[in-house]
Every structure is written in structure tokens, then in C-alpha cells.
């Protein structure tokens, strides 16, 4: 729902509004050889998973000046969403900003925002390959080390988060109909960026104390020495 429900000494506020519900899903199947990984090469393994997800989000735009001798223009806007994945968990995300025209030529605008990009279906239920492969283990001296590395997703991931602030100038100059310009400036902080480190990062890593990265090796016994045996392949937040 959107429009104009009252006004401010400088014109009318804008509102929008809006509830969601949707249902994402993949599926996916691969012949019996490749499950039980007996190829050479590929073993796709069979892709099953879904999350939904339901959301509410409400944005303004408050005019705070008009025609006014310090400014053709002066806006607010603003919005909110609220947002609940089934996999990652509940999210708000944001945004405020301002539009300041000093005369109709040029044009200001600043913004602050939480941003985030939730794990999608890929990043969560990716069931991919599985093929052997070398790493070398810092553990056992440095040793190269063959192991089973098996891609897949990762249900334990968290939404990107990011901070981000924006300045920008428009220009459009009366003295040259049709021209437009503009330049922004962005700096954008982020935290729990979806990633998928290579089998030997995963093994530094662990072997730096991450027990993230620990949780993705499995290790057995082989002449009473612990050696790595499989290596799951997963995107992580980095």
C-alpha cells in the first residue's frame, strides 16, 4: 500500500507499506554411481532443501523544506523491513537519508544503511561433488596428506551484514538543457561475508584454533597417527 495520508508545512509525506511470505526450494537428483562416488571424476550428489521466509517493510519520505530562500528542496527518507528467514533467523535492515537542493541546478544526498544478503539455496543446500584430493597438514608435521573432499552447503550460515554510507552531488545545469551529472561516494563496513575457503585454508586455519573450520575435517587413525580423512567444503561466514 502506498500514498500520501497528510501533509507537512513543506508538502505531503509519502508512505509505503508491504507484508510478504514466499517459499523458495531446489531439488535435485544424480544416478546411484555418483552417490556411492565410485566415478573417477563428478559424483554429483543429489540437491534437496527450502526455506521461507516472511517480511514487513515500511518507507517515508518527509518533505522538510520548499521554495524556501535556504533551500528549493529539503527531504527526508527513511525505511525500515523486518525480515524472518526459517534457516538464518530474524533481520532488520534500514536506511535514512536526506535530498537537499539548494537551488533547482544541484542536488545533495547522504545516506546510512544495514544492509545484509541472507544464504541462498546454493550457499545452504548445495550438495556438489566429491572427489580426492592433497592438503597438506600442519599437524602431522606438514605432511601431504590424501582426503575425501566432499562441496555442500552450510545450514549454520548467517546473513552478510554491512554498513553503509553514501554522499552524492546531481547536477543539472539550466544553462545546459538535458545535461545531468552526478558523483557518489560509498564506504561500506562488513562483517559474516559468505565465503568458500580452499581444503587448505580450512586445515590452517583449524590448526590456528578455529574450531569452525575444525568442524569440517574429519580425521581417523592410520598407524596410530590421527591423519585427515575428509575435508567438507562449505561456505563459511568470513
Request: hydrophobic share 35%; with cysteine; charged share 20%.
Amino acid at each position: 500500500m502506498s500514498g500520501e495520508p497528510f501533509s507537512t508545512w513543506a508538502g505531503p509525506v509519502s508512505l509505503a507499506l508491504g507484508a510478504e511470505w514466499r517459499k523458495e526450494k531446489v531439488r535435485g537428483v544424480t544416478d546411484d554411481i555418483s552417490q556411492t562416488t565410485l566415478w573417477f571424476a563428478g559424483n554429483y550428489l543429489p540437491t534437496n532443501g527450502s526455506y521461507n521466509v516472511k517480511e514487513g517493510f515500511l518507507e517515508t519520505v518527509v518533505p522538510l523544506a520548499k521554495g524556501e530562500d535556504f533551500a528549493d528542496s529539503l527531504d527526508l527518507n527513511a525505511a525500515v523491513r523486518f525480515t524472518d528467514y526459517s534457516t538464518s533467523g530474524f533481520v532488520t535492515t534500514w536506511k535514512v537519508g536526506a535530498t537537499y537542493s539548494p537551488i533547482p541546478d544541484i542536488r545533495f544526498r547522504v545516506t546510512r544503511s544495514r544492509d545484509i544478503r541472507a544464504p541462498t539455496l546454493q550457499d545452504l543446500f548445495q550438495a556438489g561433488t566429491a572427489n580426492t584430493n592433497n592438503v597438506v597438514d600442519p599437524f602431522n608435521g606438514n605432511v601431504t596428506t590424501q582426503y575425501l573432499a566432499v562441496r555442500g552447503g552450510n545450514l549454520a550460515l548467517r546473513p552478510e551484514k554491512a554498513d553503509t554510507t553514501g554522499f552524492g552531488v546531481v547536477l543539472q545545469p539550466s544553462f545546459v538543457p538535458g545535461l545531468s551529472a552526478s558523483v557518489d561516494y560509498y564506504n561500506i563496513n562488513m562483517k559474516d561475508a559468505i565465503g568458500q575457503p580452499s581444503p587448505q585454508t580450512v586445515v590452517d586455519r583449524c590448526f590456528e584454533g578455529n574450531q569452525e573450520f575444525c568442524d569440517a575435517i574429519t580425521r581417523g587413525l592410520s598407524n596410530g597417527v590421527s591423519v585427515i580423512e575428509r575435508i567438507d567444503i562449505v561456505p563459511f561466514n568470513i
